[in-house]
């Protein structure tokens, strides 16, 4: 992807955000000059991925294959190992009208994926195969909004504003806008997008960036590189 393209996205998802009267924090707004400055401070930030991060999963077709994401906290590992402490992470997500996030799986988070405002959220589904692989022939039970739901294989839930559904590991499933685009709430167990994504397809989770202009905002793939 081109750093103009991530810098117009950057604008166009804090538009829409705040269209839903969400305001993204302050940390949102600094320059990649302001995240140096402050460096020394802001370990949770950088350690924790916290952030703007834009991806065309490598594809170069961001419109058909992408995903808008900025990630409001996360938790630690280490609390996540020994069971107690911050144990939790939150997103945001935007999922444009027809714009695929693939077919994935975590082997560790449990999310819950919270249809926030605007069109309507389709889910594919799949359950897992025994050794943890896809399997086109298998579904499995997720619960929506606290009622539980056999999925079959490749079933699609629509989710209207303020619906809900919650994946546990192994539950294999693709997203989209269906209708229009969809601001989207996560809300996990500790997130680990350099580890815990295990896609269908080979696939990258993050984008390769033209750097055909300067960053207004560093992306969290951004961050070795400019932060250390």
């Known amino acids: 992807m081109k750093r103009s393209q991530i810098n117009d996205i950057m604008a ?5 955000i705040r269209s839903f009267g969400f305001a993204l924090p302050p940390f949102a707004y600094w320059t990649p000059d302001d995240m140096q400055a402050r460096r020394a401070q802001i370990d949770g930030i950088v350690h924790g991925r916290m952030g703007w991060d834009i991806t065309d999963y490598g594809q170069g077709r961001f419109d058909d294959l992408g995903l808008f994401l900025f990630t409001l906290r996360n938790g630690r590992q280490e609390d ?7 144990c939790y992470a939150e997103k945001l997500l935007i999922s444009r009208k027809d714009q695929l996030s693939p077919m994935h799986r975590h082997y560790l988070k449990a999310e819950d ?18 050794d943890g692989g896809f399997d086109e022939t298998a579904g499995g039970t997720v ?6 739901h056999r999925y079959s294989p490749g079933e699609v839930l629509l989710f209207q504003p303020g619906e809900s559904i919650t994946l546990r590991p192994g539950d294999w499933h693709a997203f989209w806008g269906e209708g229009g685009d969809v601001l989207i709430g996560e809300v996990s167990t500790v997130n680990d997008d350099e580890t815990d994504n295990w896609f269908r397809d080979p696939i990258g989770r993050f984008a390769e960036v033209d750097e055909d202009a300067a960053p207004t905002h560093l992306l969290v793939s951004d961050y070795a590189r400019w932060l250390g």
């Open 12 to 16: 166009e998802a804090d538009a829409f």
């Open 80 to 86: 996540l190992r020994r069971g107690g402490g911050m």
């Open 113 to 130: 994926i919270i249809n926030r405002g605007g069109a309507t959220m389709a889910i594919e589904l799949y359950g897992s195969a025994p």
């Open 143 to 148: 619960i929506c909004d606290g009622v539980e």
